[in-house]
Nanobody, 113 residues
Framework: QVQLVESGGGLVQPGGSLRLSCAAS????????MGWYRQAPGKEREWVAT???????AYADSVKGRFTISGDNAKNTVYLQMNNLEPEDTAVYYC???????WGQGTLVTVSS
């Protein structure tokens, strides 16, 4: 069965950086369009970034220039490099395989001084 496991979240100060990982099993992620989403407390889940199977990327306006989505085929893992983090980035971050509607369990990112 398909399984996605996010990791790498934690507490970071504003302006800091984190790299989130999404390890996929039961599927070769590079054959699918992958996405990162986030959900802040009391708010709806929102789209953050997309990595198409051809390597094309797309980002929400709120994270453009700060976040980078990438993949490592050998490790079957998708990453989200987050730089210059802001308090507004605080959320649980989830990865997704679009066509399979598969989600991970999420990893919490807290940006606070």
């Amino acid at each position: 069965q398909v399984q996605l496991v996010e990791s790498g979240g934690g507490l970071v100060q504003p302006g800091g950086s984190l790299r989130l990982s999404c390890a996929a099993s039961g599927v070769i992620f590079s054959r699918y369009t992958m996405g990162w989403y986030r959900q802040a407390p009391g708010k709806e889940r929102e789209w953050v970034a997309t990595l198409l199977m051809v390597g094309t990327t797309a980002y929400a306006d709120s994270v453009k220039g700060r976040f980078t989505i990438s993949g490592d085929n050998a490790k079957n893992t998708v990453y989200l490099q987050m730089n210059n983090l802001e308090p507004e980035d605080t959320a649980v971050y989830y990865c997704k395989i679009y066509s399979l509607d598969a989600w991970g369990q999420g990893t919490l990112v807290t940006v606070s001084s």
